[in-house]
């Protein structure tokens, strides 16, 4: 028990019923209006009590009308300490409910959260589902992939017939291209023109001095050496008819030789032979400059693909070629006979040829070898000259394969390997001085068009 002694403070009975027990001001102590000397505030756990000097006397002593008084004001201080207990022990539970509802605030949906009044809750307003955005690096579309690089041989003219015939009668279909035909396989796209057509039928045309008709056999050769386009636009396809021509392009076809610029008709003719290798789409074209009488290509006869005087047409298909295929190779069977040096008509037809998505343009007809030229990053070669061919000079016996790779940035590591060809039109490898003659001439008329050609002993690079 606490006790205090207060003096000087004013207590009303009403301060007791209300239990206003903390407020004390300056002045005497009254109860209902009358002043005691003094007053006693007696502090238990449970109740405070106030006692007046008189109250502290044992009650045995005091007087039964004073006991009648006190009893009164004892039944009012029960009814206050009632009061307050049960105050105390409101005041207990919502503590208990607070702590309880701070401690499982999932148990208890009821738990206060704020401090606040509450307000009328909003009316829900239905709302579409949003999903949620994830942030994400912008990203740019895919660059196209690009084409693999493929390797390309390219030779020039073939005839299977005069003294080659001789030899495919005597030796066998494979002997003319035996000693060559292993690094023409080695390439993936190999390409030559064949002048003479293969067959045992047709008829001769009495129009022309020099007519060729091959010996059939001479197609196995092509097929061991790996030829995969081979050119018929030039000025012997139709030697002997539309009947020849027509047993050269089923014999090429049984033997999976691709073939164009010569066909049944228009359409025939002017369609590109197409090939895929490693993934890359390759397309030829070949068109001639050389045009005998009734040679040309019609909707209803049998012919050759036209170039010159026709060069829109060529770069339409050439265009369109492009469009479709990843690389583009052009034959041209053109220029003058045994002139070293190409003429402008071949320059101007080249260059647009290539400005049209022409790769490569490969060229052939003049018997022998002319420039090669770097135009645009694409290579040009004038004439290749012959490759299997009888010839009657020394110059119309020098030839070269040509050996390059083919890729999105253009053409390279290009390469010369010469050869010459025997008394049977045979072509065979040479060496030191031998080589050195037709590699020098090649230098010689190629530096004309800008184009360097290196030599490297028995073979030459080529260069812009």
């Not at 072509?427 to 004309?448: C, F, G, M, N």
């Amino acid at each position: 028990m606490y006790r205090a002694i207060l003096s000087s403070t004013d207590v009303r009975t009403s301060d007791l019923t209300n239990n206003e027990t903390t407020r004390s001001l300056a002045g005497t102590h009254r109860i209902n209006g009358s002043q005691l000397a003094a007053t006693t505030i007696v502090l238990t756990r449970d109740k405070l009590t106030y006692l007046t000097e008189s109250e502290r006397m044992d009650t045995s002593t005091r007087s039964p009308g004073y006991r009648t008084a006190n009893g009164k004001l004892a039944a009012a201080r029960r009814r206050r300490r009632a009061i307050i207990a049960l105050a105390a022990g409101g005041g207990l539970v919502v503590v208990a409910v607070a702590i309880f509802a701070f401690a499982f605030p999932g148990l208890c949906p009821l738990a206060v959260t704020s401090a606040k009044a509450p307000t009328a809750a909003p009316s829900a307003v239905p709302t579409a589902a949003v999903e949620p955005v994830v942030s994400q690096e912008p990203t740019l579309p895919p660059e196209p992939s690009q084409p693999a690089t493929i390797t390309v041989a390219a030779v020039g003219d073939m005839i299977f017939d005069r003294k080659v015939k001789s030899l495919v009668q005597s030796a066998g279909g494979l002997e003319p291209l035996e000693e060559v035909a292993a690094q023409l396989a080695a390439a993936d796209v190999a390409v030559g023109n064949l002048e003479s057509p293969l067959s045992d039928g047709g008829t001769r045309n009495t129009a022309k001095d020099v007519t060729f008709r091959g010996d059939p056999r001479g197609v196995e050769g092509l097929a061991a050496a790996g030829f995969d386009f081979l050119s018929l636009a030039n000025n012997h396809v139709l030697d002997y008819g539309a009947d020849a021509l027509a047993d050269t392009v089923t014999l090429l076809d049984e033997n999976g030789i691709g073939h164009s610029g010569a066909g049944a008709n228009r359409d025939a003719a002017w369609t590109p032979a197409v090939v895929e290798r490693n993934g890359a789409t390759v397309a030829f074209l070949s068109f001639s400059h050389i045009l005998p009488a009734g040679f040309v290509a019609t909707s209803s006869s049998a012919g050759l693909a036209q170039g010159r005087n026709n060069m829109d047409a060529v770069e339409e298909a050439i265009r369109s070629a492009k469009e479709s295929y990843d690389y583009v190779i052009v034959s041209f069977h053109w220029g003058v006979e045994y002139e070293d040096d190409c003429n402008g008509d071949q320059v101007t037809d080249a260059h647009r040829a290539v400005d049209a998505g022409a790769d490569m343009v490969m060229s052939h007809h003049p018997h022998v070898i002319q420039a090669v030229e770097y135009y645009n990053g694409r290579l040009i070669a004038y004439s290749l000259g012959d490759f299997v061919f009888d010839h009657y000079s020394r110059k119309t016996g020098e030839a070269f394969i040509l050996d390059a790779s083919l890729g999105p940035s253009g053409v390279n590591d290009v390469t010369i390997t010469p050869v010459y060809l025997d008394e049977n039109g045979k072509p065979e490898y040479v060496h030191d001085k031998e080589a050195t003659t037709i590699l020098q001439r090649l230098h010689d008329i190629s530096a004309k068009r800008g184009t360097n050609v290196t030599l490297d002993g028995d073979i030459a690079t080529v260069t812009p």
